[in-house]
């Protein structure tokens, strides 16, 4: 393996990471933002909704980092 290979699969499994938080920080989001609606508060402000948007971010930083390395491992 040389070292351009291996650090294009560093900076896809790095990618891959990223995408894992952000996804994660977007699922909290998420569920703190569909607990008011189950709990009969108030719901929160938009941008706590606009929030809940980085999952979809979080999928597509990691489906990036996935390429990433698929492409350095077919070369």
Do not use: K, N, Q
Request: net charge positive; hydrophobic share 55%; aromatic share 6%.
């Amino acid at each position: 393996m040389s070292t351009s290979t291996s650090d294009a699969r560093g900076a896809g499994d790095r990618l891959v990471r990223i995408g894992a938080i952000v996804f994660f920080v977007g699922a909290l989001a998420t569920m703190a933002t569909m607990a008011p609606l189950f709990l009969g508060t108030h719901p929160l402000p938009s941008i706590a909704w606009s929030l809940c948007m980085l999952m979809g971010v979080g999928f597509l930083i990691a489906a990036a980092g996935v390429i990433r390395s698929a492409r350095a491992g077919a070369r």
